[in-house]
């Protein structure tokens, strides 16, 4: 399959250095794993402070430890102008959320990390970003917790109605 026909993820968190880059890979791996190559996946922040720069230190060992690698990634904005870049947004907290729908995403492509645990009181990805190590461990385990789940309801949605089928 080319790149211009994958269906295009983007996991949205603040900074774009700590949670969504650690969502992008442990999704990414669950994915391949699943063999599920029709998807385009990347991670950004609704925050410019760390534009250009790599992954947290934390997330980066966290993900190594893991057996993942994000010694690549580098951080992107989401912004009102390439917003339409992606078919589906699935942001880390209600935050995260307010801001896409702020910039002009549509409801409907928006997705919770972890809606799937409780979709009537949806829980955050909490930011760990001022907290202690534990909780790069807590936010890795709230993903790889979701990601078969959020890969289940994308392979639905795609059944259904996805015209890049
Ligand atoms: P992230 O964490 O949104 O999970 O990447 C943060 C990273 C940086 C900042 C806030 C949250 N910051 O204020 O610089």
Redesign the pocket.
């Known amino acids: 399959m080319s790149e211009k026909q994958k269906i295009r993820l983007l996991f949205v ?10 969502a992008e890979i442990v999704v990414k791996d669950v994915a391949t794993r699943r063999g599920l190559h029709h998807y385009h996946i990347e991670s950004a ?3 410019d ?2 534009v250009g720069g790599p ?2 230190p934390r ?1 980066a060992s966290k993900a190594k430890e893991k057996g993942l690698d994000l010694s690549r990634h580098r ?1 992107q904005q989401i912004t009102a102008h390439n917003c339409h870049k992606w078919d589906w947004l699935i942001a ?2 209600a935050d ?1 959320r307010r801001n896409l729908l702020l910039m002009g995403v549509p409801e409907s492509r928006i997705l919770m990390m972890r809606q799937f645990e409780n979709p009537v009181n949806i829980p955050d ?1 909490p ?4 907290g202690g190590a534990h909780g790069f461990e807590d ?1 890795y385990l709230m993903l790889v917790g979701n990601a078969e789940a959020l890969l289940d309801h994308l392979e639905s949605q795609r059944e259904d109605s996805n015209p890049r089928r």
Not at 13 to 22: E, Q, T
Not at 127 to 130: C, E, F, Q, V
């Open positions: 968190c603040l900074g774009n250095i700590c949670r969504s880059p650690l922040g609704t925050g402070w760390h992954a947290d997330s951080a880390m907290d995260n990805v930011d760990p970003y001022y936010a």
